[in-house]
């Protein structure tokens, strides 16, 4: 157990990989604050359009690419009821990940807002897949905007030096976002969350997120599947009915006294063949904040995670204190306690000199108080991190119930709506029918 | 098989004793519930209704038909199917009861069992009896379609219905119900109905009136009346609109049944959720049932198409098939009639010709004194133009009368068709706004348990109030 213990620790990078409680304070007095207070808060966001412009990707092939305009204002100036212009940049969605993946790395206990999908899934046959298809770039245009938002109302995150300058300053907001160096940080980070490990005392609390972030990702995946393919069928079954439009005109015309009662009969079935398409477009919205709860409990278990790789380092930096402890003791008392190689060998051929022993003694000195500091170090970042994920977790599930609940509430309006639809149609053709 | 007949013995009443001639009871009959008292009206049942020298006015007829459901005096059901098991083979009988007042029935009362071959014969029998006359049509005899098995249960109710209506049909109608065949068909037992069927026109006569029939088909008919080749045209548009109306339908159906077999898995979805969900999980589950109910709904829509509309335009399409027969009739029977006419032509001019050389070399030669011959000849010619001449005005006769008849029931199945139409769709129509109330109330209670969830709560948001939705739910009726 002792001997392997220092093994595993080269393969995870325990070095400062995350910020500490003292670094988050400096960030917020970095940000570029007249008076101190968020300057966030009192801004209007939007995203207000979106545009196509060619340009040069990484490989050096033109291609076409989607940008996206973002507005800001100054609240208070638009609560007073002068209309400012307000500030505006072009970003596209690399940017955005950017951004994003910056603040993964930065704020590693923040369940981080998600962006709208890369690609288009759970489509149902209309909607094209393709990411220029202008429905799909409108949805997306709504969904930064989301994510915009989000961000902004987060008591953390909205403090952000570089998302504020992702907000203010087009060019040059890449130098400042690599800058800060995060990048390492999130190549280390990104090694660690893939490397397999077993938390020997595992948070019995994270461990329970960890499981309903899985959960909700399977249930919530399974749903937008479900009703993909629901929307599929409702839009076959209105829309044949256009047909009865077309052929009750025509048979109306070789009818006398059936003939009036036929052609008006059809108009309303032509009217209920088309209001599908509002319905679904509708519906479609409901499916994006779906979709939105799909991709936060992705957010949620990577909170888990890094929880978890904390927990493994301090657990790592714990055992291996204690195993240079225990060696230095028994270095001094000259007993040899656990099997070592190195006891072996002093056996088998001879005992060292004092003078090593000496040595060896004062190295060991010098690791126990690198492992000890270690050990603090580590177990303040976990309390911290258990003590600042803990509160973002309760603000998330909170947040949570909330837009879902309002999301269902909506759904269930949309449906109240669509009956109404249904019930003006079908009593209006049932008019038409009964003059026949 | 067995025919069951009520015993006429014992009647309807069972109360009264029955004597040999009923009708003097059949009035008294009114404490039965069954049966509607009425006065008889001689000319309705009369089967000898139909001669040319009789004005038919289309109209007049009509008023008729009306007064017809109010007295109506024959009713007929078919229920009951039942699958008999034979050496041979097996197959569905129906039960067809019938309660009547007629005089030509022995008794107020029959039950039989008949078999799909049966309604067949009659069929066929009505419309050799009248060519022109537009029998409701049967159900499909054979079913190619799809995996349907003979003896699957919707497929029986679906065909019951069809031979329901296809019988009362005929009982509606003041010509085909006094049939002879019609009655043996609805009164008599299965071995008298098989001895009768063996009777009528001998196969021989039979074959001569299929070779007329094809004879007529060759030739064609010359001079169509207008209001016919109106009929025509009508008969083709109306064919394919009908084939469309049914093709829509069965689509609509078939994507029905689609939708309602995803929706079946939504539910289901929002359950598992509600169960890692623990704020959620109420409201969750509310949205699992309410869809859960449309469900229900939904399969109460998909039914309501199967059971009525679908049937019912498809029976149409099979009307088509009727239509074109029936005219095709009327036109072999003016070919008939011309071709006869062709024939009396052809004599004449024979007989006038006669002063010509050739008939008088023909008699010289076969030795006969010229003079003679050629009278004799002319004789002949006519006793053949007088037996000509009386075939011709049967024919005449005999088409005149097709067409009377045929003009009055092309009204009446006219009006049978926008009936039965309208009726169809407006079901379907008042079926699918029932749907839709149904939805809709379903999700206005679930709005309302979770508005009075967050008033109750403190809420964070401004929520919607509750009195606009209300205000909404009267629809707009335009």
Request: proline letters at 3%; glycine letters at 4%; one cysteine or more.
């Amino acid at each position: 157990m002792a001997g392997t213990a220092s093994e595993e620790i080269t393969t995870v990078d325990s070095g400062d990989t995350d910020l500490t409680a003292a670094e988050l304070e400096s960030n917020e007095t970095n940000t570029m604050v007249e008076e101190g207070t968020n300057p966030l808060r009192k801004m209007e966001i939007s995203v207000a359009e979106a545009d196509k412009r060619m340009g040069k990707n990484s490989v050096n092939i033109q291609e076409t690419y989607t940008v996206y305009l973002i507005e800001t204002r100054p609240i208070d100036a638009v609560a007073e009821g002068q209309n400012p212009a307000p500030d505006a940049l072009w970003r596209r969605y690399s940017e955005f990940e950017l951004l994003r993946n910056y603040l993964l790395v930065t704020y590693p206990f923040v369940v981080v807002p998600p962006l709208p999908e890369k690609r288009a899934e759970f489509v149902w046959h209309k909607l094209s897949a393709d990411n220029m298809d202008p429905d799909f770039v409108e949805r997306r245009r709504v969904g930064l905007e989301n994510f915009l938002l989000r961000v902004a109302s987060h008591s953390i995150l909205s403090n952000d030096k570089v998302f504020y300058h992702f907000l203010k300053e087009e060019n040059g907001w890449k130098e400042v976002v690599f800058e800060t160096g995060f990048q390492a940080k999130a190549d280390s980070r990104l090694k660690g969350l893939n490397a397999a490990f077993r938390v020997k005392t595992p948070d019995k609390r994270f461990t329970e997120l960890k499981l309903y972030s899985d959960e909700l990702q399977s249930v919530s995946s399974q749903l937008l599947r479900v009703r993909a393919r629901v929307a599929d069928r409702l839009y076959g079954v209105y829309k044949v009915h256009g047909n009865y439009g077309r052929v009750f005109s025509e048979w109306s015309a070789i009818e006398r006294e059936m003939g009036d009662g036929l052609q008006s009969a059809g108009h309303h079935m032509d009217a209920y063949a088309s209001s599908i398409d509002d319905i679904l477009e509708e519906e479609e919205h409901y499916a994006d904040q779906l979709k939105e709860y799909l991709f936060y409990a992705e957010a949620l278990r990577a909170v888990c995670r890094k929880h978890e790789l904390l927990q493994y380092e301090l657990e790592t930096a714990t055992l291996d204190l204690a195993f240079k402890k225990q060696q230095r003791e028994e270095l001094a008392t000259g007993t040899v306690r656990t099997f070592s190689f190195k006891g072996m060998t002093t056996k088998l051929f001879g005992q060292e000199t004092q003078e090593q022993r000496e040595v060896k003694l004062q190295v060991l000195e010098e690791q126990i108080v690198e492992g000890e500091e270690l050990v603090k170090d580590k177990t303040v970042e976990c309390e911290e991190f258990v003590k600042n994920a803990w509160v973002d977790m309760e603000r998330f599930k909170e947040q949570k119930d909330r837009d879902l609940k309002e999301a269902l509430i909506n759904y269930a309006i949309m449906q109240i709506s669509v009956c109404k639809k249904g019930i003006q149609v079908w009593a209006n053709a049932k008019e038409c029918f009964s003059k026949m | 098989m067995s025919g069951i007949v009520v015993n006429p013995a014992v009647s309807c009443t069972p109360a009264q004793e029955i004597t040999a001639d009923l009708s003097g009871q059949m009035l008294e009959l009114d404490e039965d519930d069954d049966l509607e008292v009425f006065s008889k009206d001689t000319t309705l049942t009369d089967g000898s209704l139909f001669n040319a020298s009789m004005p038919t006015s289309p109209a007049s007829m009509i008023n008729q038909f009306e007064e017809d459901a109010d007295d109506k005096d024959i009713f007929v059901t078919v229920d009951n199917p039942e699958s008999h098991v034979t050496a041979i083979e097996t197959f569905i009988t129906y039960r067809v009861l019938t309660k009547t007042t007629r005089s030509e029935f022995d008794s107020c009362e029959y039950e039989v069992r008949r078999r799909y071959q049966d309604f067949f014969w009659l069929k066929g029998k009505l419309e050799e009896a009248h060519p022109t006359i537009i029998v409701h049509p049967l159900p499909e005899k054979f079913v190619m379609k799809g995996m349907v098995e003979r003896f699957n249960e919707d497929f029986i109710e679906t065909r019951r219905r069809a031979l329901h209506k296809f019988l009362n049909r005929i009982a509606d109608h003041p010509i085909l119900s006094c049939s002879d065949d019609f009655k043996i068909f609805l009164s008599a037992q299965a071995w008298e109905l098989t001895s009768h069927k063996k009777q009528g026109p001998g196969f021989l006569s039979r074959m001569g009136d299929t070779v007329r029939a094809v004879a007529a088909t060759v030739r064609g008919v010359r001079n169509r009346p207008e209001e016919f080749t109106a009929m025509q045209e009508y008969v083709d548009t109306f064919s394919q609109k009908i084939t469309s109306l049914d093709k829509v339908t069965q689509r609509i159906l078939k994507e029905q049944k689609e939708y309602l077999e995803e929706l079946k898995e939504c539910g289901p979805a929002y359950t598992l959720w509600s169960g890692s969900e623990e704020e959620l999980a109420e409201p969750l589950k509310g949205v699992a049932s309410c869809i859960e109910r449309c469900c229900r709904e939904t399969e109460g829509q998909v039914d309501q198409l199967s059971d009525s509309l679908v049937p019912g335009l498809h029976e149409y399409v099979l009307c088509t098939e009727t239509l074109k027969a029936v005219l095709k009739r009327r036109d072999n029977i003016q070919a008939e009639f011309e071709a006869k006419n062709d024939t009396l032509a052809n004599k004449k001019t024979d007989r006038d010709a006669d002063s010509k050389d050739l008939g008088f070399v023909l008699g010289s030669f076969l030795g006969k004194n010229p003079e003679e011959a050629k009278r004799q000849r002319q004789q002949r010619l006519d006793l053949e133009i007088e037996e000509l001449k009386e075939e011709i005005d049967k024919l005449e006769n005999k088409m005149e009368c097709a067409n009377n008849a045929l003009k009055v029931d092309w009204a009446r199945w006219q009006k049978n068709m926008r009936g039965d139409i309208k009726a169809a769709f407006l079901s379907t129509a008042e079926r699918n706004v029932d749907y839709y109330e149904k939805c809709l109330a379903v999700w206005e209670s679930f709005l309302l348990s979770q508005r009075s969830d967050l008033s109750a709560e403190s809420s964070r948001e401004q929520p919607l109030d509750p009195q606009e939705t209300t205000k909404d739910a009267s629809p707009q009726a335009t």
